[in-house]
């Protein structure tokens, strides 16, 4: 009987251990991982921002072209610009996944009339679920004018 109990008690401490369900985040977790540079021509090249990205039910993205889930936000600007993100799971599978992403923005410009702006780049991911992501920035980026 002895035993029993041991065992008994040894499988009730295991289930416990189980990880709490309502523990896991339901929105998309993201952090910012690199920039390809923090001074830029205006005009000139794009910028590529790298983030790391993680989702524990996997719908981030969509097939269609024309359907945008990542949001990215220069501080200068009011208003965001809108990305598209492909599908991150084969056939839209219910997946724990995490990767990395690049995201490229466009050639850069100054607003004002000076030598020289800077900025920064505020980045959100919304999943298929309509679940906001964390927001990242980048480091502030050095934007001059072509000479």
Known sequence: M?????????????????????????APVIA????????????????????????NQGDIGYSDNDTYSLRVKDARLDEFDWYHIPPMTPDLQALHIKGEYTVQLN???????????STTFTIQLMDRAGNWSNQITTPSVLITEVP
């Open 32 to 55: 910012f991982k690199s920039i390809s540079a923090t001074e830029v021509e205006e005009f000139s090249a794009s910028l590529n921002v790298t983030f790391t990205f993680e989702d």
């Open 107 to 117: 050639s850069l410009f100054m607003l004002g009339n000076g030598a020289s702006e």
């Open 2 to 26: 002895r035993i029993y109990s041991l065992i008994l008690f040894a499988l009730l401490s295991l289930a416990s251990c189980k990880k709490n369900e309502d523990d896991v985040p339901i």
